[in-house]
């Protein structure tokens, strides 16, 4: 993930946009079953102040761009693989979205890598959305908020039904609390409401 402060904004873009890869197959192939980077990746490029004009200075832009990778293998070193994808990210956007100019225009920067997502979030192998939900057996399912055999044991966040992104975790939370609730393992408190 790259999170950019630029000095501009780029009229072209819409609040989320896509620059999708020329082969998906291959992209998917090099990150899922090979476990490296893709050299054309489809980049997810969301430019918040075209809807929400505060979350940037007046005529800059904050810029999230975010790309597939492989979970962290012992063979990855971020340190060395992040300043080389960089440069495929950038380019690959000045050369397919019209960001030419993007480069130069970058006040702030960040990233976070597998890397830095497993030392930060504790995420296992720095996998940001927990195990793959595609494929022929998964067919995009998330393991179930709660599991029968173990009392007391329920799962909630990205990795867990339904899914990822911050609606989904709110509405797995939901349910995972929803569930404890309904099995009455934890006795209700006085005034509580429900």
Request: one cysteine or more; charged letters at 20%.
């Amino acid at each position: 993930m790259l999170y950019l402060g630029v000095n501009r904004r780029f009229p072209q873009l819409s609040h989320h946009n896509f620059v999708f890869s020329e082969n998906s197959p291959e992209e998917f192939h090099a990150v899922y079953d090979q476990h490296r980077l893709a050299p054309d990746p489809t980049c997810y490029v969301c430019a918040p102040a075209r809807t929400e004009a505060a979350v940037a200075p007046p005529g800059r832009e904050a810029l999230y761009i975010l790309v597939h990778t492989p979970y962290l293998r012992p063979e990855h070193d971020w340190k060395k693989m992040f300043p080389e994808y960089r440069r495929v990210i950038l380019e690959k956007l000045a050369r397919t979205a019209g960001l030419e100019d993007l480069e130069p225009a970058i006040e702030v920067e960040r990233h976070l890598t597998p890397e830095d997502i497993g030392a930060r979030y504790a995420v296992w192998n720095g996998a940001i959305y927990g195990i793959a939900s595609h494929g022929r057996l998964q067919g995009g399912f998330k393991p179930a908020n709660h599991e029968p055999k173990l009392k007391g044991f329920y799962l909630a966040g990205g990795a867990a039904h339904p899914g990822p992104g911050m609606p989904m975790v709110l509405m797995s939370g939901w349910i995972a609390a929803d569930r404890l609730d309904r099995d009455q393992i934890v006795p209700k408190t006085q005034g509580a409401v429900g």
